[in-house]
Nanobody, 123 residues
Framework: QVQLVESGGGLVQPGGSLRLSCVAS????????IGWFRQAPGKEREGVSC????????YYADSVKGRFTISRDDAKNTIYLQMNNLKPEDTAVYYC????????????????WGQGTQVTVPA
């Protein structure tokens, strides 16, 4: 069974840090493009950061550049999102995603999703 399971969300004060983890099962992540997306209430799900499979290039949304870092540990079949200097506007449900062929960090290019983990940064 192909599955992604996120963890690491929570409540953190502005300026704080969190590290999200996403463990894959049923497939090998090193053959896939991977990404982190988020969805705030009333908003569309947006790409936060992605790593392409074919070129290993990394994408970050402008709003998180310099604060968030995506990484992967293929030996553990896990991807991470290190989030520093968190802001209230980072509050959202964060999802990890994977796709064999995705070349851009856009929701509809990814076909395997985790269940999401809530990140809350109070104003």
């Amino acid at each position: 069974q192909v599955q992604l399971v996120e963890s690491g969300g929570g409540l953190v004060q502005p300026g704080g840090s969190l590290r999200l983890s996403c463990v894959a099962s049923g497939f090998a992540l090193d053959h896939y493009a991977i990404g982190w997306f988020r969805q705030a209430p009333g908003k569309e799900r947006e790409g936060v950061s992605c790593i392409s499979h074919s070129y290993g290039s990394t994408y970050y949304a402008d709003s998180v550049k310099g604060r968030f870092t995506i990484s992967r540990d293929d030996a553990k079949n896990t991807i991470y999102l290190q989030m520093n200097n968190l802001k209230p506007e980072d509050t959202a449900v964060y999802y990890c995603a994977a796709d064999r062929w995705a070349t851009t960090c856009v929701r509809h290019y990814f076909d395997t999703w985790g269940q999401g983990t809530q990140v809350t940064v109070p104003a």
